[in-house]
C-alpha cells in the first residue's frame, strides 16, 4: 500500500480525497430517489467510477517516483453534488397549474374515418318575461300630511 503520511502527505491525501469523492459520486449516481435525470445519473456513475479507480491504482499498484494530480478530480465531485441538490430543490418547487384544454365538438382528436362531426346547434338565449313595475305614489305638492 502506498498511503504513507510521515512520507508524502500530500500524495496519501490525494489518494484518499479521490476514492472518497469518486464513492460520493458514484452513491449520488444510484440514488433512484434522486431528481437527477438519467443521463446525469450515468454522468455521475462512471466519473466516481474513474475517480475511485485512479485512487485504487495509486494506492495498490502504483510503483513510480511521479504522479500526477488531477485537481479536476477534486473539482468535478463537487460540481456534481452541487448539480445533485440543485436537481433535489428544483424537485421539491411547486409547479404552474396547467390550464384545462377547450372542448371539441367530438371527443378525440379528429373524427372517426368517414364520418363528420355533428354541426352543432346554436341555441337562442331564453328570454325571461319582464314583471310590471307598478308606478310610484305621487306625493302632494304641498308638503307632507300629518
Known sequence: M???FSLDPVFSWYVILLMFSGLATICIGLVPISA???GWRIVNVIAG??????GVYLCFFFEGTSYRIFFQALIVPIALVVNFF???SNRNRPTAPV????QS???GQA????????PVQPQAPVQQPQAQQA???AQAEGGPTV
Open 36 to 38: 437527477l435525470s438519467v
Open 105 to 107: 365538438p367530438y371527443p
Open 2 to 4: 502506498n498511503i504513507d
Open 99 to 102: 390550464p384545462p384544454q377547450a
Open 111 to 118: 373524427p372517426f374515418a368517414g364520418q363528420a362531426p355533428a
Open 86 to 88: 440543485k436537481a433535489m
Open 49 to 54: 467510477l474513474a475517480f475511485f479507480g485512479y
Open 135 to 137: 308606478p310610484a305614489p
